[in-house]
């Protein structure tokens, strides 16, 4: 059974930095297309960023960013370490949530929108506040 772990929440200040990782296990997760998806209290989840797999090679790898995470979070893949990462920068008190990786499917890329697939991680807590 394909199983994602994800790690690295905490809490953070405004304007500061923290870098999530999702790791598998029992699986090659450079095989698999993987998003980031968060939820805060009260609120529906929202895609946050997804990554292609490296099946057609790691040079051709694409990416999809929500609006409110563009130029701030990036999505990158360590197939050496089985992990996809979302580094994320310049963290306003609205990025507080639960964030979770997830497969996505393929047709994520030509729609632009980070669609899940069905198998998730535990999820980890970000918390942004002075």
């Known amino acids: 059974q394909v199983q994602l772990v994800e790690s690295g929440g905490g809490l953070v200040q405004p304007g500061g930095s923290l870098r999530l990782s999702c790791a598998a296990s029992?699986?090659?997760?450079?095989?698999?297309?993987i998003g980031w998806f968060r939820q805060a209290p009260g609120k529906e989840r929202e895609e946050v960023s997804c990554?292609?797999?490296?099946?057609?090679?790691?040079?051709?790898?694409?990416?999809v960013y929500a609006d409110s995470v563009k130029g701030r979070f990036t999505i990158s893949r360590d197939n050496a370490k089985n992990t996809v990462s979302l580094q994320m920068n310049n963290l306003k008190p609205e990025d507080a949530a639960v964030y979770y990786c997830?497969?996505?499917?393929?047709?994520?890329?030509?729609?632009?929108?980070?669609?899940?697939?069905?198998?998730w991680g535990q999820g980890t807590q970000v918390t942004v506040s002075s």
């Open positions: 029992d699986f090659t997760l450079a095989n698999y297309a």
């Open positions: 997830a497969t996505v499917h393929g047709s994520s890329f030509w729609k632009r929108v980070c669609l899940p697939a069905g198998t």
């Open positions: 990554i292609t797999s490296s099946l057609l090679g790691v040079n051709d790898l694409d990416t």
